[in-house]
């Protein structure tokens, strides 16, 4: 076991996927990402990494180039933000339709405009369908071990897609938290060498990236669909084997105080912790409150969802991004969606939250339960509301 | 395999036997540019992946589940062909260092039309010859956006008619002057930039070669007849581009570390270019007074790369 140390939260990201004998990383500088790339080409300048490491010209060919990179076999990384990651769209359903297993740390900023370098979900919300596997970091530790399990995740041989790991910009990025690094050797024992599938060399000549119309194109889309639904098995596995050799468990939806609750909160994100605070706040003063913690967003994992709100009467929901003129934040509508069959589900309210950077503090968290608590609770009357906003 | 017919005759020491793109794709007849693509893998040889550009040679080789390709091949999207060929360089690299893959040398290439290269994959190109990775990027220049129906590039010639600069009442066609890639990657101070033709074969042969011996990036600039677009009979377009040549509107020569070389083929005297132009429904309507003012400015530019010729050429000649 690694000994606790205080760190960034950017840098440890950078340590730890040193850790994973990575063979290339591409990366474009972009705020609050750039800590992250900083480290890693320290790594490979003090000859920590032995990798190639691409300074490209900009995030599109970031994500190219590990998309090449990836198609030798190589154990590609890069990291982005925001506009960075909205100029690299284009490429991310190519990379799982390749079925590559590419490794990508998103610092979550705002999208423009304006431009706003602070944190928010709306850069990652757009990449909901681009079959990527994508988890959410609540805290510095969960961005260490989520980017570590990552490449063990994408790399298993019934997977085979790409991953992302959000991590909240600056509110995780720039912190400063007492870490457990991994050692060396731990990260040797739990992730094995990349075997890829098919690779780009001579030895034996693969065509990648076909061109398929209408008489292939449906079979590749479910084919990817598959994919993605069964890597759910491959993620509980590996963050089983994680519990056991670092005795912390992941699952893809934690609960804080949930099973007697009457009303529960739901957040995604850095913000939980926050939250969580609320929940204890409420239960001091005799509110059954509690807290569901989404971290698995694709595969959304259905099942564990229904559990987590089955016995509450009211449902929060919090996003971090904002589905215009829409049936409310994109949280919201995957949750309402995944319980839409359920005859006993709760009322679900949905708040826009904490966007470019604005803070969501305890007293805020516990105001949402107030209000919510206030109504008479009628479930046709699911909406969505900006909190916090000037008017 | 396919053997080229008379093959034995004519060349059997100068072009490799093999072919790497196989018959089947689905080009148009007489399409130059697919020529050229099968000459540059018979010059590249079997340690070779290419990275191609969304375009005419992607989508007439890659039809799934087939695929013309003997090599490594990958095509990712429109815009980063070079981009796609650094990571796959920087991905063989650091697995021939650490021992995973076997130790023979193989030569990435990068590969896309005049738009893929010249607009939108303009950026890609000119970071990964900035970055000097160890890679061939070939331009196979047709003047057009030929794939999606002859749209006009900044590859596209004064005065030419495409689908999106159409000759009308009050238009001429492409109202400004082709990009002068070339010499844009000149002044990335790469290694070799050279301008090639398939329909000059050991010519171009012979560059992909040098730029297969050079360690770090080099540019070929393919120019290569479309008689779909350029609207003239399909068996002419060797002779088209030979006009090309002959004319000075696509002249061939090579820098090598910013030394400069007009390609033997080269004639001495140019033709006038309205024997390029009269075969080419694209110029067909082209005043006598615009054919002028065209060849004013080809005769400035090839007067201009003869000087370079003259003074940039190296100690020895």
Sequence with gaps: MGKRLGMEVAVAVAEAVGLCNIDMAAVYPITPQSHIAEHLSDLVA??????EFVTVESEHSAMSAVIGASGTGARSYTATSSQGLMLMHELLPIASAMRLPITMAIANRAVSGPLNILNDHSDIMPQRDAGWIAVFAENGQEAIDLSIQAFKIAEHKDVMLPVCVNIDGFQLTHMVEPLEMPTQEEVNQFLPPFVPHATLHPAKPVTMGAFAMSDYFTEIMKAKDEAVKNSKKVILDVWNEWGKLFGRSYKPVETYKADDADIL??????????????????RDRGVKAGLVKLRLW?????????????NAKKLIVTDRAVSFGGPGGPVFSEIKSALFADTRRPAIYNYIIGLGGRDVAVNEFAGMFEKVLADTGNVAADTYEFWGVRE | MNIVENFDLYAPRLINKKELLSAGHRACSGCAEVLAVRLMCKALGENTVIASATGCMEIVSSMFPTTAWEVPWVHVAFENAAAVASGIEAGLKALRKKGRIDDRYVKVVGMAGDGGTMDIGFQALSGAMERGHDMIYVC??????MNTGIQRSSGTPMGASTTTAPAGKVSSGQKTWKKNMPEILVAHNIPYVATACPSYPLDFIRKIEKAKSIKGPSYIHCFSACPTGWRCPSHQAISMGRLAVETGVFPLFEVEHGHYHLSPDMPKKLKPIKDYFKGQGRFRHLTPVEIDMIQEKVTTEFKKLTEKAKFLKTGTE
């Design chain 1, 46 to 51: 003090d000859g920590k990494i032995d990798a």
């Design chain 1, 265 to 282: 909160m739901l957040t995604m994100g850095s913000m939980g912790e926050t939250a969580q605070m609320a929940v204890d706040e409420l």
């Design chain 1, 298 to 310: 694709r595969p959304f994992p259905f099942p564990e969802i229904k559990a987590a709100v089955k």
């Design chain 2, 140 to 145: 196979f220049d047709n003047e057009a956006y």
